[in-house]
């Protein structure tokens, strides 16, 4: 960048902040502009990462890699399906890459259900984050969050204030008292690039991280959404998620779309058995391996 160049990026900045500051209100930071504070680059992350995705509904596709440690190393590449309504019951199905379907899973105010053609075996968990962790999947947070974030709306993930912030590198990070997300990392245009946080407030709770390794390349002047992403959990899961295609829905999805129908003789075996509340951690641990 010229001499000239660098100087303009502040002074562009500066004049933004200071005409929030005598409107009494949040002048809107054009994406892609360089931030030099980070309470300019906090700004702009709210209006841009935090508002409620156009569209009643969404259908991502997307190719998941996944790979653990423990308790033997493995990897395996699948196909992702997620559809549903940012307001209602969301949709996952996973197949492997030649096409056989390995699970279906359907997330609403009631919890978790997940479906295993192959085994003929369901699950259920009230809590969706808990329930997905004890069948070994790589979700630190919900379907329902996953769909927002993957649609820019990271409000979901992100207190509305910060503790405090400090510089990482080229970015900002941003650490939060309380709370399940711990710490956001944006970078120099306001763009999430690193969260981190707790599964739950139970004493079993994993630790997360989830990086945007990569932005869409947007038009001028539109905010770029994730292209690629890492979800990780600190017993060494990790899933690094491709996005193939991605669409919002104007109207809501049928209820029928949004079903997940279970065989007569299939009944969803209960993990919650004993549970009440999260932050007591009176849950029990599911053994079998699904992956």
Not at 32 to 38: A, F, H, K, R, Y
Not at 115 to 141: C, I, W
Request: aromatic share 8%; charged share 25%; with cysteine.
């Amino acid at each position: 960048m010229s001499r000239l160049g660098s100087t303009l990026v502040p002074a562009a900045t500066a004049a933004v902040l200071i005409l929030a500051a005598l409107s009494g209100c949040a002048t809107r930071i054009p994406p892609g502009l360089e931030l030099d504070t980070p309470k300019a680059a906090w700004s702009a992350f709210r209006q841009h990462y935090c508002v409620r995705p156009g569209g009643e509904g969404v259908r991502v596709r997307a190719s998941l890699y996944y790979s653990r440690i423990k308790p033997t190393k493995r990897t395996n590449r699948t196909l992702i399906s997620l559809w549903g309504d940012f307001d209602g019951p969301m949709r996952l199905d996973v197949s492997a890459s030649i096409g056989t379907l390995l699970a279906h899973i359907r997330e609403d105010d009631s919890g978790l259900l997940v479906f295993y053609p192959e085994d003929q075996k369901a699950y259920a968990h009230k809590n969706s984050v808990l329930g997905a962790t004890r069948l070994g999947m790589p979700f630190p947070f919900s379907l329902s969050e996953l769909a927002h974030a993957l649609s820019g709306d990271f409000s979901g993930l992100a207190p509305r204030r910060y503790a405090k912030t400090e510089a990482e590198g080229g970015n900002y990070a941003f650490t939060f008292a309380g709370g399940l997300t711990r710490r956001i990392v944006l970078d120099r245009w306001g763009r999430p690039v690193r969260l981190e946080g707790l599964t739950s407030r139970s004493r079993d709770a994993r630790q997360w991280a989830f990086t945007v390794d990569r932005f869409e390349d947007a038009p001028e002047g539109r905010v770029p959404l994730p292209d690629k992403l890492t979800l990780s959990l600190d017993n060494g899961e990790r899933g690094v998620l491709h996005i193939k295609s991605r669409e919002l829905m104007l109207a809501a999805w049928p209820a029928r779309s949004l079903a997940l129908e279970l065989p007569e003789d299939v009944v969803p075996i209960r993990l919650d058995n004993g549970y009440t509340d999260e932050t007591t951690g009176d849950i029990p641990v599911i053994h079998e391996d699904k992956q």
